[in-house]
């Protein structure tokens, strides 16, 4: 039978993920800013593709495989120990995702196979100490299944990836290129990073605000619906066929998401006296919430009517919101509210839990945070009507503000895990 100590969140692997996430995005935007006419166009070219597996791979999925060794044991409620495998891991995981953003760059597609299959590599070994994990989670159904989803799903879109790799090289496969891509790119943001959200999203957005946690039948239908949505969508664009009926199955799945959000923001609990105000993990999240429902409008609207002239333009700015403004900025809001705890609860464990480390409440660093939600409020929109207006002087100015915001949010991070070692005697006032 697990103990307490056994759900304390192992160190190592989170942290080396969150830091060599934060390196991915930062270089994104950085790359981005620095040269906008490079990444701004046809979104299929290689500088384009580099910089989004930057976004996708290094700061989204880097950052959901190091939080699932923190959410895991505190709010999923299995054990999940660090060992040697996790580390040889999260290598392979950061040299792939190198490799592949490398290779792109320059337009080498030699190298993306070994980079994909390392990356894949790392997804197999975490996916499946998740997924054996979840079947002794005490945690309600509705949590584990969107979950057990998301981890299948993202091993799905890995494997694709790999296979699409080769197909660079030695072409073999019944369908373009293109189709392939795209069916790889909805599968991952749909199967792994949306559902994902939404799982952790139903246990962790009640411990956040707090407030009541959703049950019964549709949190149920939401995972189910949007399973069945991002597995039709891939399958379409594979095969050549129409999409409105498998994005209309994905928009409902949202939809019951949306309608579980509403529900759990109607039943808020009171929230600890010394919690900041504005709460600015919570601004990020809804923020993001915003940003996927536009996402979710434009996508339908290019499903629809795939032929209209402003089809491009539309099609940038979808993956800004859909990438940036909603799966990336989610990320920093979770992060925000799920470090400062975590940091609390490893130096709690240090001093033997008997001196009480400082108030997670007080060691983020508030103007930074601040001028991070601002900076991802102007920077998203801006960036999004650059590239979708193939305008470089807003691209630029999106693109550097996010960049500012992220080294903004990486500083914090290191300053939240040197107050939390300064034990009680020691809080800052």
């Given at each position: 039978m697990a103990s307490s100590l056994d759900f304390l969140p192992s160190r190592l692997p989170p942290l080396v993920y969150f830091a060599f996430a934060h390196l991915c995005l930062a270089a994104a935007f950085a790359a981005t800013a620095l040269d906008p006419l490079a990444i701004g166009g046809f979104f299929y070219h290689p500088r384009m593709l580099a910089v989004v597996h930057l976004v996708t791979l290094g700061w989204i999925s880097g950052s959901i495989l190091g939080a699932i060794y923190l959410v895991g044991p505190l709010a999923l409620r299995f054990p999940l120990p660090a060992g040697p495998l996790d580390h040889a891991a999260f290598a392979s995981f950061a040299v792939g995702v190198t490799g592949m953003a490398s290779h792109f760059w320059i337009d080498r597609p030699a190298g993306m196979a070994w980079s994909a299959a390392l990356v894949t590599l790392a997804f197999t070994w975490v996916s499946t100490r998740v997924l054996l994990g979840l079947r002794r989670a005490s945690v309600p159904r509705e949590v584990k299944l969107p979950v057990a989803f998301a981890f299948a799903n993202v091993l799905l879109a890995a494997g694709l990836g790999f296979v699409l790799a080769i197909n660079k090289v030695e072409p073999f496969l019944p369908f373009a290129q293109l189709a392939g891509a795209l069916g790889h790119a909805h599968l991952a943001v749909l199967g792994f990073g949306t559902m994902i959200v939404?799982?952790?999203?139903?246990?962790?957005?009640?411990?956040?605000?707090?407030?009541?946690?959703?049950?019964?039948?549709?949190?149920?239908?939401?995972?189910?619906?949007?399973?069945?949505?991002?597995?039709?969508?891939?399958?379409?664009?594979?095969?050549?066929?129409?999409?409105?009926?498998?994005?209309?199955?994905?928009?409902?799945?949202?939809?019951?998401?949306?309608?579980?959000?509403?529900?759990?923001?109607?039943?808020?609990?009171?929230?600890?006296?010394?919690?900041?105000?504005?709460?600015?993990?919570?601004?990020?999240?809804?923020?993001?919430?915003?940003?996927?429902?536009?996402?979710?409008?434009?996508?339908?609207?290019?499903?629809?009517?795939?032929?209209?002239?402003?089809?491009?333009?539309?099609?940038?700015?979808?993956?800004?919101?859909?990438?940036?403004?909603?799966?990336?900025?989610?990320?920093?809001?979770?992060?925000?509210?799920?470090?400062?705890?975590?940091?609390?609860?490893?130096?709690?464990?240090?001093?033997?839990?008997?001196?009480?480390?400082?108030?997670?409440?007080?060691?983020?660093?508030?103007?930074?945070?601040?001028?991070?939600?601002?900076?991802?409020?102007?920077?998203?929109?801006?960036?999004?009507?650059?590239?979708?207006?193939?305008?470089?002087?807003?691209?630029?100015?999106?693109?550097?503000?996010?960049?500012?915001?992220?080294?903004?949010n990486a500083v914090n991070a290191g300053v939240v895990l040197v107050r939390s070692r300064r034990r009680g005697r020691d809080e800052p006032t």
């Open positions: 939404m799982g952790a999203g139903y246990r962790l957005l009640p411990m956040i605000l707090p407030a009541a946690m959703p049950r019964g039948t549709w949190s149920y239908a939401s995972a189910v619906l949007l399973q069945a949505g991002a597995l039709a969508v891939a399958a379409a664009l594979l095969a050549g066929r129409r999409l409105v009926p498998a994005a209309l199955l994905a928009l409902l799945g949202l939809l019951a998401f949306f309608a579980r959000v509403a529900w759990i923001l109607r039943r808020p609990r009171p929230a600890p006296a010394e919690r900041p105000r504005p709460d600015v993990g919570v601004l990020h999240v809804l923020q993001s919430l915003v940003y996927l429902a536009l996402a979710a409008g434009l996508g339908l609207a290019l499903v629809v009517a795939p032929e209209a002239e402003w089809g491009l333009g539309a099609a940038m700015a979808y993956g800004v919101f859909g990438l940036v403004g909603f799966l990336a900025q989610v990320v920093v809001g979770v992060e925000g509210r799920l470090l400062p705890l975590t940091a609390w609860l490893w130096s709690y464990a240090e001093g033997g839990f008997k001196d009480t480390p400082p108030s997670l409440h007080r060691t983020p660093v508030r103007p930074l945070q601040i001028a991070g939600l601002v900076a991802w409020t102007a920077g998203v929109p801006m960036l999004a009507a650059g590239l979708g207006l193939d305008r470089p002087d807003l691209t630029r100015a999106g693109a550097g503000s996010l960049c500012l915001a992220v080294t903004g």
